[in-house]
Structures are given as structure tokens and as C-alpha cells.
């Protein structure tokens, strides 16, 4: 295996669940890491023939490389800059409020029911995904369900955790390595934002159930033609 490969494998492996990069940013971290570590004289228990002053300006470089490694695996970026065109609400809580201990680990933890708006004509699926972006190791994902068929309106509340429901749906697995919803289960003290969000796409997706939020991410590029968001809030 050659350098940049060994590199490009080892970039790969740094991309738990929660981090989604694109396929540009991707490409130039690993160009910047490549380049720097070549240029740092060794790599890999190797040296490599070089000189100080290349050394020191080449220490910098890594540096700044690692910042910008850091700095992605930091931030989480959405597949592709939709507009919020699809209204997403629950009957169990308006957006910004606190989500009911009913629906969390506090209470009975089953899904809140949804419903949202007329999708574009040529959608062929739906999805959702709930997530909270203020968990202390980054994202965290309570639930993940996909191909939900393009004429549903909502989601009653309280879905079995199975791989396929009723309707037609498939549930992937949320951040407990779980079939379906978890409810918010914060730490004590600030309160956290839980994001409902329903994409409309214009394929079926080739996912099998138990699939993660990265697969469904990735597999929804390209395909998304609306989405929309309900955020509820919850504290212990």
C-alpha cells in the first residue's frame, strides 16, 4: 500500500456517526494532511530526506492541516442546502417548546405523533431524522426511518420498534444502536434542541433496516427535493 492510500484509509476510519463531510471537503483534507505529512520528513516510522528549513515550514503546515481536520470533525453538514419547504408539527408540542416527558426516557419514551405538508409531485419516498446537536460527544441520533411511502401525511405516535412498519416505512437504528425512536435522555443541566427533520426525495432509497443516520444521509445526496423542520426542547 502506497502512502497516499495508507493516508486516504487512515482519514476514512476517523468518521464516526455523527460527521458527514462532502465530497469536496473530503477530497481537500486529505490532500492537506498528504501533503503535510510527506513534507514533515517522516511518516509512518520512515524518514524521509529532507532539510530543516523544510522541516520547520513544514511543521506549520501540519498544524494548520490539523485545524482544519479538527474543525470538520466538529461540525456536522447537511447532504445539500435545501430550503425548510415541507411544515413539520406535532399535536404533542409547537416548535421551540419543551417536548412532553411522555415522549423521553424520563416517561414512557415513544415517538411524539407528526404530520407535514403536501411533498413535491415527484416524490417518490420520504424521511426523517431526529437528532440533537448540543449532546456532549457531538450529534446524536434518536431516530432514523426512511422510505416512508410519498402519500403519507403523518406518523402516529407511539411506532413500534420494528425493522418495517405498517405503512411501508423502514426503521434504521438511532444512537443506541437501537431499532427505532429514543427519546431525549439529556444530561442534567442546559437544556437541549431535538431536531425533527422530514426530507422528501425523488427515489426510493436502497437501504436495508437497521441502517444508520451516515447511510441515510449519503444515500438521500443528490435525491432531496424538500424538507422541513420542528425543533422541541427538553431539560432535566
Wanted: hydrophobic share 35%; with cysteine.
Amino acid at each position: 500500500m502506497n502512502v497516499r492510500n495508507r493516508l486516504s484509509d487512515t482519514f476514512d476510519t476517523c468518521s464516526p456517526e455523527h460527521i458527514q463531510y462532502s465530497p469536496s471537503r473530503r477530497r481537500t483534507l486529505k490532500r492537506s494532511i498528504g501533503i503535510t505529512a510527506v513534507a514533515n520528513g517522516t511518516l509512518f516510522g520512515k524518514s524521509l530526506k529532507t532539510n530543516p528549513a523544510r522541516i520547520f515550514a513544514s511543521a506549520l503546515a501540519m498544524l494548520l492541516a490539523l485545524s482544519c481536520f479538527l474543525t470538520a470533525c466538529t461540525k456536522e453538514s447537511p447532504p445539500t442546502q435545501i430550503p425548510i419547504t415541507l411544515e413539520l408539527t406535532s399535536t404533542a408540542f409547537a416548535a421551540g417548546t419543551s417536548i412532553p416527558v411522555k415522549y423521553t426516557c424520563d416517561g414512557e419514551n415513544i415517538s411524539p405523533p407528526l404530520a407535514w405538508g403536501e411533498p413535491p409531485p415527484q416524490t417518490r419516498s420520504l424521511a426523517l431524522i431526529v437528532d440533537d446537536p448540543d449532546a456532549p460527544i457531538g450529534v446524536f441520533t434518536h431516530w432514523v426511518i426512511f422510505n416512508i411511502p410519498p402519500h403519507i401525511r403523518s406518523l402516529a405516535e407511539a411506532l413500534p420498534a420494528q425493522e418495517r412498519l405498517e405503512n411501508g416505512a423502514v426503521q434504521g437504528k438511532n444512537g443506541f444502536g437501537k431499532l427505532g425512536y429514543a427519546g431525549p435522555c439529556p444530561p442534567r443541566g442546559s437544556p437541549h434542541h431535538y431536531r425533527f427533520t422530514i426530507y422528501a426525495l425523488d427515489a426510493v432509497l436502497d437501504l436495508k433496516p437497521g441502517a444508520s443516520k451516515k447511510d441515510l444521509l449519503k444515500a438521500m445526496e443528490e435525491h432531496i427535493l424538500a424538507q422541513g423542520q420542528l425543533i422541541g426542547i427538553y431539560q432535566r
